[in-house]
């Protein structure tokens, strides 16, 4: 796999070659995507690539599907909780509260 970087002063555009499956995730219509950081992200992108002796785009990259997760699973949960109310199937104040004290107590 090949990776372009081009780093001016003070940020970083980070460019990927999507010929790996893994990294296609940050295509749009099969086009490289650029990722401006600003230098302290970007410092720190680096240095836990290093600590981790892994590329920063590989970093981007699992970073990029943990989060589009997250957002899939989360919308998924609106959705169910939009139907339960057209459903009418709503909680109490009280019950809501009893729920969440309870999750804290767990």
Known sequence: M??????????LNLRIDLTSPKLNALSWKGKPMEVQL????????HYFANQTGREAAQLVAEAVDRMLEYDARFIEAVEEG?????RGDLLEHAEVVAR????FQS
């Open 2 to 11: 090949e990776l372009k970087s081009i780093t001016p002063v003070g940020e």
């Open 38 to 45: 600003s230098p302290e992200k970007e410092a720190r992108l």
């Open 82 to 86: 939009r139907a339960a109310a057209r």
């Open 100 to 103: 969440i004290e309870g999750m």
